[in-house]
């Protein structure tokens, strides 16, 4: 255990598990969003017009932004509080992603994901901090860990199904208000 870790006390009993729930869905945030794009492209690509050769951007700059900054988000929540280095990037994340289904152009739709990787890349590394904070006995950091890696994991699973939900299969779909998330012509 580090020096910072020992410093800091650990949260009540009752509320590191709910602290453990809001990372997991932060994470899965993360890594669902890296994979749900690809298969709502083609959509989007019908919807805002753009060709073929520009795709690539759309999903190069979500993974450029976020690989890039994911070392300065570990060393900002390593300077400042880890809490509110992940509220921050929890907030930044969801309105550019807000921004990016709202988009009614190419160049909207590329910055907003290149904004929702820089969020994620300060997001990621605070959850995990957070959970190192939060659970100090072995066992239950043990178990926490578990439960984010697996959430982690599935979440590149669950990016692919949910980004091939369209309004004429999923319920709730059709009520979306993004330009993109049209229903697909026949």
Do not use: H
């Not at 976020?66 to 309105?95: E, N, P, Q």
């Not at 820089?118 to 926490?144: H, K, M, N, Y």
Request: include cysteine; aromatic fraction near 8%; proline fraction near 5%.
């Amino acid at each position: 255990m580090t020096s910072a870790t020992q410093d800091r006390p650990a949260a009540p009993v009752d509320r590191r598990w709910l602290v453990l729930v809001v990372v997991a869905i932060a994470q899965l945030m993360v890594v669902l969003d890296s994979t749900v794009v690809n298969i709502a492209l083609p959509s989007a690509q019908r919807s805002l017009g753009f060709p073929n050769g520009d795709r690539q951007w759309v999903v190069t700059a979500y993974a450029l932004a976020f690989g890039s900054l994911l070392l300065v988000g570990g060393r900002l929540g390593d300077m400042y509080s880890r809490k509110w280095v992940f509220i921050t990037g929890l907030a930044g994340f969801a309105v550019s992603s807000a921004i990016g289904g709202a988009a009614v152009s190419f160049e909207m739709l590329v910055t907003a994901r290149a904004l929702q990787g820089a969020f994620g890349a300060i997001l990621a590394p605070s959850a995990l901090g957070t959970l190192v904070s939060t659970f100090q006995d072995p066992r239950e950091r043990g178990r926490a860990f578990g439960v984010f890696g697996s959430v982690a994991a599935g979440g590149g699973g669950v990016g692919l199904i949910l980004g091939g939900c369209s309004p004429s299969t999923c319920p709730g779909a059709g009520r979306s208000t993004s330009t993109w998330c049209s229903p697909r012509s026949p």
